[in-house]
């Protein structure tokens, strides 16, 4: 008998490849009223020539083509997912019962305030949560993700400058910040300044003093950094920059090693964006959805877009305009509206310990891979870390790369780190807190046997992954020469 | 390393090869082997003025988008039309073939500050130890 399990997944047909023609999905019912004439009603040299050539194909093999496709897909929920700099913790059941109740999911923006008081509430609640934890003193919802984020508080400290009579126009960014961070510069009409990092991945500060001056509007950070490590120089670097009449902008990125340990605030930031699909769950990837709240310092408070959710003195809630030094609206309606149901969810239930707690475990748990790693693994940045190291999987003799290593990881169903940045040949790692000791102890169970792989067999890695429906993509051809439109065969 | 001793190079891993006032540039093999397959080049119009110190174009991999800086100022004589169509030629022949622009610099001596090869070497050798 031919052993169909052998047959390659590759050639899963595309849905306009399947069916065939006259098959239809669904039934629709006789119409009631008379048709309407619609085609002599526009002009004729609008009309296509035909009806498109959509797919023709029974309901059940929709949904097999679907099913197969969903099957395929990498999620926590199925695998390890260790990804660098972008937090993949798992999204809490709770997250989603909440987010799919009526009173959230079915309602519609246009709505009277007094039919969605329920959420406005919980709009307002989570905002004052935020700034609680951001030790900032008010928070906009409206960003639709970190980037936006970033775009919003540099308007709100451009703003800030034009009603001092300033213009400055250069924003200091360390060597390492993320690329969103000089995009959202230029966006803004800046220009971006890196600013060196030490060996021990903390930023150089005599090369920040000889970079800030009177055109300085801002100070791009993240801390802790993209190599993974706290600056303990942040209240000096928030001096330095401060003496200039400069403002320190923090990128929350990785606000997930720092959750009710300290505060922005507290140590000198003037605006941050948090990325709550990153730092308070919420399922993120692929491009979305995110959503990426600003809170600023008082001094900027009158900044802040508007609507703003505010509660009126008889204890409803509503929105407020009236702001006049407002930058405006950046997003249209309140913001990502189901993204911030579930961060308000994750906030509530886990509470002020609880979420510290978070901090703790995600950073415990950085150290004890590292810890475990370094005998086979080269660390470049020296230990204590936070949430997140950089290793570079360096062999003697070997032309094994972090590319190799990546590819390998997948047959083994782990989610390859983020690679070669922001060192040179580094893979990234984060394990965040939701992962069990025994999920830990797996991984780098799978690492040292790479590790061996390498020694004994480079080709079985270099030649990766082995499991996956497509082996190695020609991403150079992809690139030089995009296909980008599909074609019958 | 391969790195020809008729030219100098810069910290940020381009080489000028001058003749006369006339300077060919390009980045070096070490640059191209570490961006790994290039896939875009970006590079200025014929007759652009240039600045010493500017951001001439960019060069962009499957692995990485860098910035190519100009150590030299000066007009744009030409650039590497083959490049559009064929960026591998900068991974194959970073030296030759891979050239990017040549400048009519209007001050080639600015060039002498910078490293020789054998300079050049041990720099990109430091930077890989430390």
Same mark, same amino acid.
């Given at each position: 008998?031919?052993?169909?399990?052998?047959?390659?997944?590759?050639?899963?047909?595309?849905?306009?490849?399947?069916?065939?023609?006259?098959?239809?999905?669904?039934?629709?019912?006789?119409?009631?009223?008379?048709?309407?004439?619609?085609?002599?009603?526009?002009?004729?040299?609008?009309?296509?020539?035909?009806?498109?050539?959509?797919?023709?194909?029974?309901?059940?093999?929709?949904?097999?083509?679907?099913?197969?496709?969903?099957?395929?897909?990498?999620?926590?929920?199925?695998?390890?997912?260790?990804?660098?700099?972008?937090?993949?913790?798992?999204?809490?059941?709770?997250?989603?019962?909440?987010?799919?109740?009526?009173?959230?999911?079915?309602?519609?923006?246009?709505?009277?305030?007094?039919?969605?008081?329920?959420?406005?509430?919980?709009?307002?609640?989570?905002?004052?949560?935020?700034?609680?934890?951001?030790?900032?003193?008010?928070?906009?919802?409206?960003?639709?993700?970190?980037?936006?984020?970033?775009?919003?508080?540099?308007?709100?400290?451009?703003?800030?400058?034009?009603?001092?009579?300033?213009?400055?126009?250069?924003?200091?960014?360390?060597?390492?910040?993320?690329?969103?961070?000089?995009?959202?510069?230029?966006?803004?009409?800046?220009?971006?300044?890196?600013?060196?990092?030490?060996?021990?991945?903390?930023?150089?500060?005599?090369?920040?003093?000889?970079?800030?001056?009177?055109?300085?509007?801002?100070?791009?950070?993240?801390?802790?950094?993209?190599?993974?490590?706290?600056?303990?120089?942040?209240?000096?670097?928030?001096?330095?920059?401060?003496?200039?009449?400069?403002?320190?902008?923090?990128?929350?990125?990785?606000?997930?090693?720092?959750?009710?340990?300290?505060?922005?605030?507290?140590?000198?930031?003037?605006?941050?964006?948090?990325?709550?699909?990153?730092?308070?769950?919420?399922?993120?990837?692929?491009?979305?959805?995110?959503?990426?709240?600003?809170?600023?310092?008082?001094?900027?408070?009158?900044?802040?877009?508007?609507?703003?959710?505010?509660?009126?003195?008889?204890?409803?809630?509503?929105?407020?305009?009236?702001?006049?030094?407002?930058?405006?609206?950046?997003?249209?309606?309140?913001?990502?509206?189901?993204?911030?149901?579930?961060?308000?969810?994750?906030?509530?239930?886990?509470?002020?310990?609880?979420?510290?707690?978070?901090?703790?475990?995600?950073?415990?748990?950085?150290?004890?891979?590292?810890?475990?790693?370094?005998?086979?693994?080269?660390?470049?940045?020296?230990?204590?870390?936070?949430?997140?190291?950089?290793?570079?999987?360096?062999?003697?003799?070997?032309?094994?790369?972090?590319?190799?290593?990546?590819?390998?990881?997948?047959?083994?169903?782990?989610?390859?780190?983020?690679?070669?940045?922001?060192?040179?040949?580094?893979?990234?790692?984060?394990?965040?807190?939701?992962?069990?000791?025994?999920?830990?102890?797996?991984?780098?169970?799978?690492?040292?046997?790479?590790?061996?792989?390498?020694?004994?067999?480079?080709?079985?890695?270099?030649?990766?992954?082995?499991?996956?429906?497509?082996?190695?993509?020609?991403?150079?051809?992809?690139?030089?020469?995009?296909?980008?439109?599909?074609?019958?065969? | 390393?391969?790195?020809?001793?008729?030219?100098?190079?810069?910290?940020?891993?381009?080489?000028?090869?001058?003749?006369?006032?006339?300077?060919?540039?390009?980045?070096?093999?070490?640059?191209?082997?570490?961006?790994?397959?290039?896939?875009?080049?970006?590079?200025?119009?014929?007759?652009?003025?240039? %600045? &010493?110190?500017?951001?001439?174009? /960019?060069?962009? $991999?499957?692995?990485?988008?860098?910035?190519?800086?100009? +150590?030299? @100022? %000066? &007009?744009?004589?030409?650039?590497? /039309?083959?490049? $559009?169509?064929?960026?591998?030629?900068?991974?194959?022949? +970073?030296? @030759?073939?891979?050239?990017?622009?040549?400048?009519?610099?209007?001050?080639?001596?600015?060039?002498?500050?910078?490293?020789? +090869?054998?300079?050049?070497?041990?720099?990109?050798?430091?930077?890989?130890?430390?």
């Amino acid at each position: 008998m031919k052993d169909f399990a052998d047959r390659p997944q590759q050639d899963h047909p595309l849905l306009f490849e399947i069916g065939s023609p006259g098959l239809c999905a669904v039934s629709l019912p006789q119409l009631d009223v008379p048709p309407a004439d619609e085609i002599d009603a526009l002009p004729p040299e609008l009309l296509a020539d035909g009806p498109p050539a959509l797919p023709e194909i029974g309901e059940l093999d929709v949904v097999r083509h679907y099913k197969r496709l969903a099957h395929r897909c990498f999620s926590i929920d199925g695998n390890f997912y260790p990804l660098g700099s972008c937090t993949m913790k798992y999204n809490p059941r709770v997250n989603e019962r909440v987010a799919s109740m009526p009173g959230f999911a079915h309602v519609h923006p246009y709505q009277d305030d007094a039919d969605v008081q329920g959420l406005l509430e919980l709009l307002y609640l989570l905002r004052c949560d935020l700034a609680e934890i951001a030790g900032l003193s008010e928070v906009t919802l409206q960003p639709a993700a970190g980037a936006q984020g970033e775009m919003t508080g540099l308007m709100i400290i451009n703003a800030y400058h034009q009603s001092r009579g300033e213009h400055r126009t250069q924003v200091l960014a360390p060597d390492t910040a993320h690329g969103t961070n000089p995009a959202s510069c230029a966006t803004c009409g800046c220009t971006s300044v890196p600013v060196r990092s030490r060996p021990d991945g903390r930023l150089d500060l005599d090369d920040l003093r000889r970079k800030v001056d009177r055109n300085t509007a801002s100070l791009m950070i993240t801390n802790p950094n993209t190599v993974g490590v706290f600056d303990g120089q942040i209240a000096e670097i928030a001096e330095t920059i401060h003496a200039q009449g400069a403002q320190l902008y923090y990128d929350g990125a990785n606000m997930n090693a720092i959750l009710g340990v300290t505060r922005p605030g507290d140590f000198g930031v003037d605006v941050m964006h948090f990325n709550t699909h990153k730092t308070f769950s919420t399922p993120h990837g692929g491009g979305g959805p995110g959503a990426g709240p600003v809170a600023v310092a008082e001094h900027l408070r009158k900044f802040l877009p508007v609507p703003q959710v505010v509660k009126h003195e008889d204890g409803t809630y509503g929105w407020c305009n009236d702001r006049p030094e407002s930058i405006g609206m950046v997003r249209s309606f309140f913001g990502q509206i189901g993204v911030l149901v579930r961060a308000y969810t994750y906030i509530r239930s886990l509470g002020c310990d609880g979420l510290r707690d978070v901090a703790e475990k995600a950073v415990l748990a950085a150290n004890y891979l590292a810890a475990r790693l370094k005998e086979r693994y080269q660390m470049p940045i020296p230990p204590p870390y936070a949430h997140e190291f950089v290793t570079i999987p360096a062999f003697k003799d070997s032309k094994v790369t972090e590319h190799d290593i990546a590819k390998r990881l997948i047959d083994y169903g782990i989610h390859p780190p983020t690679m070669s940045w922001p060192i040179h040949h580094c893979l990234m790692i984060e394990p965040t807190e939701t992962e069990s000791r025994a999920t830990l102890d797996e991984f780098v169970e799978v690492m040292l046997t790479i590790a061996d792989e390498v020694e004994h067999y480079p080709e079985r890695v270099r030649s990766a992954p082995h499991t996956t429906p497509v082996r190695r993509l020609d991403e150079v051809m992809a690139s030089r020469k995009p296909n980008v439109r599909w074609r019958p065969r | 390393m391969k790195a020809p001793t008729d030219r100098k190079y810069s910290k940020t891993h381009e080489w000028y090869l001058v003749n006369g006032d006339v300077v060919t540039m390009g980045i070096t093999q070490h640059a191209a082997d570490e961006l790994t397959d290039i896939t875009y080049i970006e590079l200025p119009d014929v007759g652009a003025t240039i %600045g &010493a110190g500017d951001s001439i174009g /960019e060069v962009e $991999s499957v692995k990485a988008t860098s910035e190519i800086f100009a +150590a030299v @100022g %000066g &007009a744009v004589l030409a650039v590497n /039309e083959a490049l $559009s169509d064929h960026p591998e030629l900068v991974n194959d022949d +970073a030296f @030759g073939d891979g050239w990017l622009v040549k400048l009519q610099a209007s001050a080639p001596e600015a060039l002498t500050a910078l490293m020789d +090869a054998n300079q050049y070497k041990a720099f990109v050798e430091n930077a890989e130890q430390s």
